[in-house]
């Protein structure tokens, strides 16, 4: 008697896993840039210098070089339910300990409480933000899984727009800074709630895809000796992560470089809210259309094309004075084509090494991101001088005014060589859909996270196919057909 199909479901309460972990992705990026909007004022009223003030965002860059690997092995051999849940706990601690030097006068030492509680909130936006990927690929069917790590992806930014809005508009002198403190407590502590109360478990009872089936991990070192043995993947996590680098240093350097040639605060704002705002409207559409093609490749590589161009028009036209439209428009066309490709790049970063962990493979290229964004922001720093021209700068600082073009150069051509180097060289099969659609899960061995079964036949194709580096796939018999996702 011939095999009954696999049965596939998904399960309504992924959107609830699904909110908890944007929410605290957007708590999360709240509390890293939650000082730098207010700057001076928090540091005249704890009498604390501007270099200290800067290390309150850059330690998240630090901190998530060295203990992203070890997120990775948390959200891999743990799960997805306990590595979440440790984040909450860490962002919500971390939220409270800086607070405390507003809510508590008389601390002698605001600084170490500020440094303590960022560094906290550093830690689990490491368990935080590899979550999307490996979320959509536990919870959501085939035809979801762009769209859900989309929404998870893109929570990120929108934190740091709410903080770039909400810290100035809570601070107009110091005795406001108090309130803004706890302000930041409270989603901190609500997706802490939702995280603990809310989630149930790691993964589903029924795979909701053939990919979804035996989703664990490789072993924790095997898996990474995969990836860097993996053409394509080495490829993709170099270049989208230079490009991560890229956006992280126009996001923090961009007040800096538009003032120095007579633009105001007040647009420089402006230009990073539309940054951020066309950034998530363009991932939205985009990630839709993804999951209705499957043009992972396609997509990304046309995206950073058009990212690349905007990156150079920004840094031709930065450097005019009086330029308000164009610098507004160029921002959001730079927004909308490289935060759109954000969560198509994960995506595709999971298709081109499946089986490999969905945690490895996004996490790894995160914490390339943030290697390669350190760097490009030292290079950037390094390579401006004193500005030869007469001043029109309307920056705050007390120093000469700088001259960026070299550095803004530099940016752009950065962006250009990582753009041609993935459109050339990057090349790979869907290892995961081709995988589904033979109705495969390819078994993987030495985890500690709970295996998803399902009644789906064996197949001739072998695993090790799949696992073998130079992304070449077996030939395999005709494909078995997949029964449609029953939606619970």
């Known amino acids: 008697m ?55 965002s850059l330690i998240y860059l630090v901190v998530s070089i060295p203990f992203g690997m070890a997120a990775i092995w948390v959200l891999d051999h743990m799960g997805l339910r306990w590595a979440t849940i440790l984040g909450a706990w860490l962002n919500f601690a971390g939220s409270v300990l800086r607070a405390l030097p507003g809510l508590a006068g008389g601390i002698p030492n605001p600084f170490a409480f500020f440094m303590s509680g960022q560094s906290l909130c550093a830690l689990a936006q ?110 993709l996590a ?26 105001s605060n007040e647009f420089s704002g402006l230009c990073g809210a539309l940054f951020i705002v066309f950034g998530i409207l363009g991932a939205l559409v985009l990630g839709l259309y993804v999951d209705r093609t499957k043009c992972f490749t396609e997509a990304t590589k046309i995206g950073l094309c058009l990212t690349s161009m905007a990156c150079v028009a920004f840094a031709l036209v930065s450097r005019l004075q009086e330029q308000h439209v164009a610098l ?66 309307t920056c705050r600082q007390e120093e000469d005014p700088l001259d960026w073009t070299g550095s803004l150069l530099l940016l752009a051509g950065l962006c250009t060589l990582f753009t041609c180097v993935l459109v050339l060289f990057f090349h790979t099969p869907y290892r995961r859909l081709q995988a589904e659609s033979e109705g495969l899960s390819p078994p993987r061995t030495n985890s500690s996270e709970p295996r998803i079964t399902s009644p789906t036949p064996k197949s001739p ?12 796939l077996q030939e395999i018999p005709a494909p078995v057909p997949l029964p449609p996702v029953v939606e619970i």
């Open 238 to 263: 170099v270049c989208f992560g230079g490009g991560i680098g890229v956006f992280s240093s126009f996001s923090a350097l961009l007040e800096q470089i538009l003032c120095a040639n007579g633009y």
């Open 2 to 56: 011939e095999a009954a199909p696999p049965s596939f479901r998904a399960y309504a309460r992924r959107w609830v896993f699904l909110l908890v972990v944007s929410l605290l992705s957007c708590s999360n990026a709240m509390l890293w840039l939650s000082f730098a909007p207010v700057a001076d004022t928090i540091a005249q009223n704890f009498f604390l210098s501007m270099e200290q003030i800067n290390w309150l």
């Open 328 to 393: 507004a428009v160029i921002c959001s066309l730079f927004g909308l084509f490289g935060f759109s490709v954000a969560p198509v790049a994960m995506e595709l970063a999971v298709e081109c090494s499946f089986p490999v962990g969905e945690g490895a493979s996004a996490g790894l290229v995160f914490v390339l991101g943030q290697a390669e964004g350190t760097l490009i922001m030292v290079l950037l720093t390094a390579l401006t001088v004193q500005s030869a021209k007469p001043s029109v700068s």
């Open 126 to 235: 490491t368990l935080v933000i590899f979550s999307p990927a490996k979320l959509a690929a536990l919870w959501f069917p085939e035809h979801q899984r762009a769209t859900a790590n989309m929404i998870g992806t893109m929570s990120n930014p929108l934190g740091i727009l709410i903080a770039n809005v909400l810290s100035p508009a809570l601070v107009k002198k110091a005795e406001d800074i108090p309130v803004m403190l706890g302000v930041y407590i409270v989603p901190a502590a609500l997706a802490c709630l939702l995280a603990t109360t809310c989630l149930w478990e790691s993964v589903p009872p029924t795979p909701p895809s053939a990919g979804a089936a035996n989703s664990t991990s490789e072993n924790f070192i095997q898996g990474l000796k995969l990836l860097v043995q993996n053409k394509a993947y080495v490829i």
């Open 461 to 472: 194709l072998k695993a090790p196919g799949l696992a073998s580096p130079d992304g070449v």
